[in-house]
């Protein structure tokens, strides 16, 4: 995939987090890895050379950020919690130094915009953005999961999606949001559109 580095510690990354994304225990289906974890990676990226972020550890956050989730459903709700443990056992496995490892760990725990936690470095800015940027980016990702996963109707679907993109929105910096912003405002017409009754 033209998207991740060759070198063997990020491809090896890649292989597991894919293959998680596989599982048939993952219930986000497959989808979560083509139209969520490849964005938030490819987003980051352009963020951190942009920002003059580390690129390693965005795109190690990028690429481990929901692994937690993915790895087990239980573990979905505060997988914020959860994902630096497993990023952390992962990359002690691979060999990465410990200020690596513990600011990849910041960068997922600060990620989601549902809690208030302060992001202390440019990585962290950068992971949150992308990870935001990814879900107005894939609005048919987050439509699969209200109405497959969660099984809500039109009207409660589009509500949730539309709070889910609104706090996004508003987790991210100046320079993600002229990024954004011309797909999330096309979105928000999209949902706000009458029905033709």
């Known amino acids: ?117 302060q992001r202390q470095s440019i990585e962290a800015q950068c992971l949150a953005d992308a990870d935001a940027m990814a879900h107005i980016a894939q609005v048919p990702s987050l439509m699969r999961m209200v109405y497959v996963e969660r099984g809500l109707d039109i009207d409660e679907g589009t509500r949730w999606v539309r709070a889910k993109l609104q706090r996004s929105w508003n987790k991210l910096s100046p320079l993600a949001r002229q990024m954004i912003a011309e797909k999330y405002d096309a979105v928000l017409k999209i949902l706000d559109a009458p029905s033709a009754a």
């Open 1 to 117: 995939m033209d998207t991740f580095a060759s070198q063997s510690p990020v491809s090896e990354i890649v292989t597991l987090v894919r293959e998680a994304c596989a599982a048939d225990t993952n219930i986000f289906g497959y989808g979560i890895w083509t139209h969520h974890i490849v964005e938030v990676v490819r987003f980051g990226k352009r963020l951190a050379r942009l920002c003059g972020a580390d690129e390693e550890v965005v795109e190690l956050a990028a690429l481990l950020h929901d692994y937690a989730a993915v790895k087990d459903e239980s573990l979905y709700a505060d997988h914020h919690i959860h994902g630096p443990l497993e990023a952390e056992k992962i990359l002690i496995t691979l060999g990465y130094a410990p200020e690596k490892i513990e600011a990849v760990k910041h960068c997922i725990a600060t990620h989601r915009a549902s809690v208030a936690l």
